[in-house]
Antibody, heavy 118, light 113 residues
Framework: EVQLVESGGGLVQPGESLRLSCAAS????????MYWVRQGPGKGLMWVSR????????NYADSVKGRFTISRDNAKSTLYLQMNSLRVEDTAVYFC???????????WGQGTLVTVSS | DIVMTQSPDSLAVSLGERATISCKSS????????????LAWYQQKPGQAPKLLIY???TRESGVPDRFSGSGSGTDFTLTISSLQAEDVAVYYC?????????FGPGTRVDIK
């Protein structure tokens, strides 16, 4: 059974940093693209970033480019999102997701809440 | 960026009746090289993560009941729930996955009338 478990969320002040983790199990982690998707309070879904199986190809939404860094440790089957220079508008539940045969999101974690507030 | 729109914003349907949700993209999501539509549908119940229902516009994900179906091509797509069940109360999102950045529609809330 595929499982994705996010952790690392919390309350931070604007300008601070946070690192999210997503522990994966039930599949061959290194074989799949992985993604971060976020959902602001009462809002819709927004794709944040993706990374290929080897960790060599990464892409970001414009709103987080230069501030967020996606990475993975295939030995630990864990996905990361390093978030720097956090803004109030980054407040959201952050989901990690596993890709299907293409860039749709086949499996999702339960999400971790990041709140940026002074 | 491709802008995804959905209609209606919300709808209420009687149990056993049909629910139809429309999704439109500002540019075609039909890839000319493989003739595939890069369009997915998700269901999100309150307090839960989204769940994949449909990909390639009309391919049902394994385990998804066959009352859910997707159709359309190019810029116009439809998600149909043929016979609404109580457990189908949720918000439904469409998503395009080519090109980057991937974008979602704003969602359609489905309730029981």
């Amino acid at each position: 059974e595929v499982q994705l478990v996010e952790s690392g969320g919390g309350l931070v002040q604007p300008g601070e940093s946070l690192r999210l983790s997503c522990a994966a199990s039930g599949f061959t982690f290194r074989s799949h693209w992985m993604y971060w998707v976020r959902q602001g309070p009462g809002k819709g879904l927004m794709w944040v970033s993706r990374i290929n199986g080897e960790g060599r190809i990464t892409n970001y939404a414009d709103s987080v480019k230069g501030r967020f860094t996606i990475s993975r440790d295939n030995a630990k089957s864990t996905l990361y999102l390093q978030m720097n220079s956090l803004r109030v508008e980054d407040t959201a539940v952050y989901f990690c997701a596993r890709g299907g045969e293409n860039d749709y999101f086949e499996y999702w974690g339960q999400g971790t809440l990041v709140t940026v507030s002074s | 960026d491709i802008v995804m729109t959905q209609s209606p914003d919300s709808l209420a349907v009687s149990l056993g009746e049909r629910a139809t949700i429309s999704c439109k993209s500002s540019q075609t999501v039909l890839h000319s090289s493989n003739k595939k539509n890069y369009l997915a549908w998700y269901q999100q119940k309150p307090g839960q993560a989204p769940k994949l229902l449909i990909y390639w516009a009309s391919t049902r994900e394994s385990g998804v009941p066959d009352r859910f179906s997707g159709s359309g091509s190019g810029t116009d797509f439809t998600l149909t729930i043929s016979s609404l069940q109580a457990e189908d109360v949720a918000v439904y999102y469409c998503q395009q996955y080519y090109p980057l950045p991937f974008t979602f529609g704003p969602g359609t809330r489905v309730d029981i009338k």
